[in-house]
């Protein structure tokens, strides 16, 4: 009979692993085990990116065939896994996963953990961002060699900046491109710097990026999503796993490779042999801090002001009306024009 459980070893600590043979990934015919000896595998890589970051877990304990547990508060843990307290929009707060060693991504893991997904605030000041994340999600009608081509227009635009970007697969179709800021700036500051740059980049591809809110408004197009910069709200971190059956991850690429790459070149088999050969590509991504002074220069010009935030924030100085323009009724002054 099958061992109910194995011990590993993560980074000089003992890790259980409970039901170690269970598949959690059908096509790739992962298993749990699978999952944790990735991380562990990773494990360099994945603590630069979510080190001492608030990070949610989406946890998939039966695979990743089951329904998912989206869980921003830590469940019970260990003495030794730390956690930061958040504020959510509401007001509320809660403890969440906060790594500060490799094992503590394998004790998750064992949880069911599939995905990572980190805040762009690290612990010692949660109320200024170090990272301006650019979500590039194709639309229907799209898919990646258009978010590619978004994604280098992009690269256009920050380098015009003086600004690195360091940018990856989302582990799905999308691309996300991360630059770590100087922590100066609040929330709101980083989101308005993230509209900025995403109006540029659809200024000079119309065709092809939008920034449209409204699904109705955005056709078939690449969503270029300023509202991952908002508080709470978190992309995907790097080398992070994907909860789909064939394993892929999310994972960090060079711009060379970015020019010919597949996202299902990356997975939870192909992954730790690359990381062993290449370690980790955007490894200098901590090397310098960008200001956004610019971006807020270029936000702060634009007469087209806000856009709107998610439907759970409550509503925001200069927000426009949160209601789809299919829907929106005209105002009085619009109405007696």
């Not at 590619?148 to 690195?164: C, D």
Request: proline share 9%; hydrophobic share 35%; charged share 30%.
């Amino acid at each position: 009979m099958a061992s109910p459980y194995i011990e590993i070893d993560a980074g000089g600590r003992t890790v259980k692993v409970t039901n170690p043979d269970k598949v959690y990934f059908p096509a790739a015919g992962a298993t749990k085990r699978d999952l944790v000896e990735y991380y562990i595998s990773v494990g360099d890589g994945v603590l630069r990116a979510l080190g001492d970051r608030p990070t949610y877990l989406k946890r998939h304990p039966d695979g990743v065939e089951s329904e998912a547990i989206y869980q921003k508060r830590m469940p019970k843990h260990p003495d030794w896994i730390e956690t930061a307290t958040v504020r959510f929009p509401s007001g509320r707060t809660a403890d969440a996963f906060c790594p500060t060693e490799v094992a503590a991504f394998a004790w998750c893991a064992n949880l069911g953990t599939i995905d990572f997904h980190p805040w762009a605030a690290r612990r010692p000041d949660l109320e200024h961002p170090d990272e301006l994340r650019i979500d590039i999600d194709p639309q229907p009608g799209t898919g990646f060699e258009e978010a590619r081509k978004v994604a280098f227009t992009t690269r256009e635009v920050l380098e015009e900046l003086g600004v690195e970007g360091f940018p990856k697969t989302s582990g799905n179709r999308g691309i996300h491109i991360t630059v770590r800021v100087e922590p100066r700036w609040s929330f709101v500051d980083v989101r308005h710097a993230g509209i900025a740059l995403a109006r540029e980049v659809e200024r000079r591809r119309p065709d092809l990026a939008t920034t449209a809110w409204w699904k109705e408004e955005r056709g078939e197009r690449v969503f270029i999503d300023f509202n991952q910069n908002a508080l709470d709200r978190t992309v995907v971190g790097a080398y992070s796993v994907r909860a789909r059956p064939d394993a892929r991850v999310s994972a960090p690429v060079t711009w060379e490779e970015l020019e010919g790459c597949d996202p299902g070149d990356f997975d939870i088999r192909t992954m730790p042999e690359r990381f062993a050969k290449l370690g980790d590509v955007h490894r200098t991504i901590g090397d310098q801090a960008f200001a956004l002074d610019t971006l807020l220069e270029w936000y702060a010009a634009d007469e087209r002001g806000d856009m709107p935030y998610p439907p759970n924030y409550p509503k925001m100085p200069g927000e426009p009306k949160r209601v789809q323009p299919s829907k929106a009724r005209p105002s009085a002054d619009e109405a007696t024009a």
